[in-house]
């Protein structure tokens, strides 16, 4: 750049001297000697008549200046037209900066040196402008990430029941809503987890995105703005989870106390009750009890609660009292395992006889029930040979073999009384349905004697079952199936 202004200055101090009169009139190149004496007498005279200062300017631009114009020779000293005045200063002082004028190479390489550095300007500038565009455009994305935090964070705040927002953490345990529910919880949880991942992406994009070098001076204070601002979003939530972890907590352990309370309450009202059923009478056994099904249909039933072992011989005995008119008598009971719906059945449908199922293997049973009185109902069962027994009322009326030999029953059934289960515990047919009443059902993993089922029946030798025996906790009414007290020694002998 300074060889480019020296060029200039020297370009303006090599222009001529401004033209004289002499250099007007022709023939001028012709007198330049006559002009040169002239010129010499002149400024000696001048130099006599002037006074000091113009004598001081004459030195200045030294003997090749004049104060006026010099005289041609032949022309008269005072002209109809005098000339005008010559200006005081007839040329330009000028002091060049550089050694010499720089020559016309010297000068193509200084213009092409400025317009490389033109344009590295303008590449710069350019650059500038597009990293100030980038840069507007992710503070806009930061922003906007801003905003969806926030949003987030209300969502959250307006998904809380007011009790977290305003006191705390609740001591109230009866108030269960949904939304102190663990997957409410779980799902606040996921939504932590996930915006602390964004924010810690968020954050290890930052520096990559602000170019300090760049950027203005007040751009370093977006970062530390948005960084505080992720920080109180994250306090915020850590704090949500925290007060919905401790309300969890203290909802548990109190529902639990209060759990305990109750069950106690309710164990001591069932005592209370008992003590006034049970305190103006006779002693009564806890197994005084029938089930009474009213009418055919598919949801009547009883359902036994205690599960049964493998068994490999069994006995069950039963008071049965139908109500079917004739129409057959349906299931009195029936035995499911997974599998297996027909592990053992008793059955009579329509006209025809009583049946003994035992995995799906079945066995006409001499039995009789229609007379719509009391019958005392007892069937054994050994797996050795399939044996199998049937007594009514005491007395033996059958007895066979081969009746699913070698079959072991299988555990962990569901025992209905009064429904044929064609699935585990279901599928109820209305037309297989037991009507009438049941009672003292006991089940033993033996083959009781003939002398033991006759004491049974003739309220001589009661006996309960060490399987299953018939206990009031033991057997659940379902669908309008009702429990009813009943001695089946005294109401049979009523009915």
Known sequence: MLAFLGAVICIIASVPLAASPARALPGGADNASAASASAAAAAAAAAAASPGPQR??????????????????????????????????????????????????????????????????????????????????????????????????????????????????????????????PALILELEDAVRALRDRLDRIEQELPARVNFSAAPAPAPAVPTALHSKMDELEGQLLAKVLTLEKERMALSHSSHRQRQEVEKELDALQDRVAELEHGSSAYSPPDAFKINIPIRNNYMYARVRKALPELYAFTVCVWLRSRSGGNGQGTPFSYSVPGQANEIVLLEAGHEPMELLINDKVAQLPLSLKDNGWHHICISWTTRDG?????????????????????????????????????????????????????????????????????????????????????????????????????????????
């Not at 000293?77 to 000339?83: F, R």
């Not at 040196?113 to 590449?123: F, K, V």
Request: hydrophobic residues 40%.
């Open 56 to 181: 001081s300017l004459s030195a200045l631009h030294g003997a090749g200046g004049s104060a006026g114009p010099p005289a041609l020779p032949g022309v008269p000293a005072a002209s109809a037209h005098p000339l005008p005045p010559a200006p005081l200063f007839s040329r330009f002082l000028c002091t060049p900066l550089a050694a010499a004028c720089p020559s016309g190479t010297e000068q193509g390489d200084a213009a092409a040196g400025e317009r490389e550095e033109l344009l590295l300007l303008q590449s710069t500038a350019e650059q500038l402008r597009q990293t100030a565009l980038q840069q507007e455009a992710r503070i806009r994305a930061d922003q906007d990430t801003i905003r969806e935090l926030t949003g987030k964070l209300g969502r959250c705040e307006s998904g809380l029941p007011r009790g977290l927002q305003d006191a705390g953490p609740r001591r109230d345990a009866m108030a269960d809503g949904p939304w102190d529910s």
């Open 387 to 495: 044996l199998w027994s049937a007594y009514q009322d005491g007395e033996l009326q059958g007895s066979g073999e081969n009746l699913a030999a070698w079959h072991p029953i299988k555990p962990h059934g569901i025992l209905i009384l009064g429904q044929e289960q064609d699935a585990l515990g279901g599928r109820f047919d209305a037309t297989q349905a037991f009507v009438g009443d049941i009672a003292q059902f006991n089940l033993w993993d033996h083959a009781l004697t003939p002398a033991q089922v006759l004491g049974i029946a003739n309220c001589t030798g009661p006996l309960l079952g060490n399987v299953l025996p018939w206990e009031d906790k033991l057997v659940e009414a379902f669908g309008g199936a009702k429990k009813a007290t009943f001695d089946v020694c005294k109401g049979r002998a009523k009915a």
